[in-house]
């Protein structure tokens, strides 16, 4: 039952009761009542598809402490060698030449060389997600890559009993083709602007909600004083403008200048710079005698505490630290940005009024200056984030995965 995607015949999102006779037989048994099961699908490749899964497995688990939920990597854990291959050349694609993975990003995002991509590697990943189905029996396969649409789609038609496919959009404006699928039974839109662009891209509207980009249920403004409690836990000056500079999981872009230019000469702030999986360069900048205060760090599991005790982020345009940061409150300082799927999200934080673009690291200064006198300038921009912000986006997105495996459940026991 393998048909090509488009194929109206067989759409995941048609009644399930429906396809079921049309369905191989199965070698999984239809679920007789227990737990909703969700398998989401992601992959290792940049810090934000496993931001995004971690924080869509915490709210499904808030919501349905009952539901069964798996997390899996087709592409670079569980893929096949080739593909793991490939998929893990994209950090240090992105570290060392963002002109590079622009071109890469770029010819794979046409519709007959996305296609090829598929016929490539598709039987690999499709294999890959059949033996997880088996093994899993999940009611909703969810899934916070672009890459992986279409193939789970056809891995579906290949295990039996009906089950939804839903699709998180984890880029915030402008996105990769492979993130619009027309059959997923539910794709969710970040911003209105993302949702737009996947009905545009022949998403029916019905099948497209604005939800927003799921970030982990504790990104939140500070309650009165917390933000001094967290600085005193983090051994910083309680009343020290602080800023966060930050370049993804990966520690992509200058941060090494930019820290530099932020804590070189003695300012009236203080610097908290996170290198992510960067090791290299939190080794360096840790031997660095600073003027400013600076606390560097490598990779941390508490972003949201450490942005709930600054005041502005310092970042390159990643879609998860933008979210984050907004759900926060936080003003922006966007200094670089990842050519293709990051492009658009530069204007999108100017243009909302939350942040400012500084690509070179004399303007960053200038625009620090302005914010930290603290004054209506950042206050504004606060006050934005917050308008903008889907701080319950996980909670929201795991409602609908919950209801559309309740639907999907229904109709498989009404049909045995
Ligand atoms: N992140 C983290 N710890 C770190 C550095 C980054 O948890 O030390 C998280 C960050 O909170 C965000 C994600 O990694 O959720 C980065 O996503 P983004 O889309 O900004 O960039 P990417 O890494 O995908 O290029």
């Known amino acids: 039952m393998d048909r ?8 995941v999102g048609a009644l399930p009761a429906g396809a079921g006779p049309q369905q191989a037989p199965s070698p999984v048994p239809t679920p007789v009542g227990g737990a909703p099961r969700i398998l989401i699908l992601f992959s290792d490749t940049g ?3 496993r931001a995004a899964a971690r924080a869509l497995t915490d709210a499904l ?8 939920v798996t997390v899996a990597d087709p592409l670079m854990a569980q893929g096949p060698a080739v593909v793991r291959r490939l998929a893990s050349l994209y950090s240090p694609m992105i570290q060392r030449s963002r002109v590079a993975w622009g071109a890469v990003y770029h010819s794979s995002n046409t519709k007959p060389t996305f296609a090829a991509i598929r016929a490539v590697f598709g039987r690999g990943v499709r294999k890959v997600t059949v033996e997880l189905i088996k093994k899993h029996d999940p009611d909703v396969l969810l899934s916070v890559h672009p890459l992986l649409n279409h193939m789970t789609y056809q891995a579906i038609q290949k295990c039996g009993r009906p089950r939804a496919l ?8 402008d996105f990769h083709r492979g993130w619009t ?3 997923a039974d539910l794709v969710v839109a970040p911003t209105e602007l993302a949702r737009k662009v996947a009905i545009r891209r022949r998403v029916p509207p019905d099948r497209v909600k604005l939800l927003g980009l799921p970030v982990d249920l504790r990104f939140r403004p500070p309650a009165p004083g917390e ?4 600085r005193r836990r983090f051994g910083l000056d309680e009343s020290r403008f602080t800023i966060l500079v930050m370049g993804g999981a990966a520690g992509a872009g200058s941060l090494l200048k930019q820290v530099r230019m932020l804590a070189w000469e003695l300012q009236q702030w203080q610097v908290v710079a996170i290198c992510g999986r960067n090791e290299k360069l939190r080794r360096r900048l840790a031997r660095v005698h600073f003027a400013t205060p600076t606390l560097v760090l490598g990779f941390v599991d508490y972003m949201p505490e450490l942005m709930r005790a600054c005041d502005v982020t310092v970042t390159k345009a990643g879609p998860g630290a933008i979210a984050e940061a907004l759900a926060t409150g936080l003003p922006l300082i966007i200094t670089g940005f990842l050519p293709g799927q990051e492009s658009p999200n530069v204007d999108f934080v100017v243009k909302s009024g939350v942040g400012k673009f500084s690509p070179k690291e004399a303007d960053l200064l200038e625009e620090v200056r302005v914010l930290a006198e603290g004054g209506p300038t950042w206050r504004e921009m606060s006050r934005r984030a917050a308008e903008l912000a889907h701080p319950y986006a996980s909670s929201d997105i795991a409602r609908e995965c919950l209801l559309l495996a309740a639907r999907y459940r229904a109709s498989a026991q009404a049909s045995r």
């Open 181 to 183: 699928f027309s059959q």
């Open 227 to 230: 933000k001094q409690a967290l």
């Open 61 to 68: 688990k808030l919501f349905d402490p009952t539901c069964v």
């Open 4 to 11: 090509a995607p488009g194929s109206r015949e067989t759409q």
């Open 47 to 49: 810090g934000g598809h």
């Open 166 to 173: 839903m699709t998180v959009i984890t880029d915030l404006v």
